[in-house]
């Protein structure tokens, strides 16, 4: 294969909220369009009851919020590792396996990128997370095993993986000039992955960079764990969360949990958890906030809670606060919700990110002062608090912002042309 010819294979960075398909084409961007032009497509599949079919990304949030009848899944990367993904889940009358469900969304990657590429691609570069499963290698291989049989199972023929900051790695290296020492920091939907890498423009094309990996590291927190302990702090106590029961005990968590963590929402609205909730009622001091509970779950609210929660992240890294109208539920209810509330509620989770970083520098055996630049990536390293405690513990590095959501893809893309030409 000369220089100047495409590659065969993509990468595909299948990502807690947003996915990407990158393909290798010198002089041109490796991003392919999955959905209006746009290259990132968001992993969400709205089942439609009324039309009875499936829609994917951008349409998928569009039909849920018009109000069409139907069920709405997000999250799917998150089922990886997760017990929910050896059992079925109820999809248009008929049990469907997530195994299925996750082939469903992976495979509609591979179709929009072939029918934008012209040509088919048998052979992947798939990226995963440094650990699906925190301190568990067993269940961690069974998550990467079944990513695996599920994109064979859908039409790949060559199926290969690379860690989703080393990827990024290799896209930063693209545009380098001089040799660096490269702490990446990619803070995605699920998972924060880190990686301590040695680039420089005469590394790029060396098939074995294995001496230039320092050590990678990471934990199983990502955005949608920031967005869970934001609807818990600043929005679940409007429906009953932290409420007392006549006996002065808290009222149960497991529901407002379910209700802040996307892949567990539909389990709210079972037939189970409304008893449970309707024999709780009787017991509770104040019965405000578990009456809001029923009318949410009444209209089946949940992700559109959610995604205002979710909003309300993404505007809090520009604006100190987001008044958040709650109309829908009751008329006239609102929540204001801050910077201020939102950094004390992750502070927890920010720790971990900062122990995480500490250890894999300590694995490494190299100081704060010797690492050259910290580059952030996924779609959540824009939180100032992440940021600032990151850099903090570098004080000397300069920071660098990739693509949020395409560095990952687009260095899938070099890696698969480097493995299958």
Known sequence: MTSAAPAHACGIDFGTSNSTVGWHRPGMESLIALEDGKITLPSVVFFNIEERRPAYGRLALHEYLEGYEGRLMRSLKSLLGSKLIKHDTSVLGTALPFKDLLGMFIGELKKRA????????????????????????????EAQDTLEEVAKKIGFKEVSFQYEPIAAAFDYESTIEREELVLIVDIGGGTSDFSLVRLSPERRMVDNRHDDILATGGVHIGGTDFDKQLSLQGVMPLFG???????????????????????????????????????MRYDIQDTDGIDRLFKLIDQRAGHWLAMEVEETKIQLTETESRLVALDRIEPGLSVNLTRALFEDAID???????????NLLNQAGVGVDQVDTVFFTGGSSGIPALRNSVAAMLPNARHVEGNIFGSIGSGLAIEARKRYG
């Open 348 to 358: 927890n989770l920010l720790e971990r990110v900062r122990a995480s970083v500490g």
């Open 114 to 141: 072939e029918q934008n590429a012209g040509r088919d691609f048998d052979e992947v570069v798939l990226g995963r997370p440094v650990f699906f499963v925190d301190d568990d290698a067993a269940a961690d291989q």
């Open 241 to 279: 969360y932290g409420s007392r029961m006549k006996s002065q005990a808290l009222m149960p968590t497991s529901h407002h949990m379910n209700l802040a963590t996307w892949h567990t929402i539909n389990s709210v609205y079972s037939q189970k958890s409304r008893l449970a909730l309707g024999s």
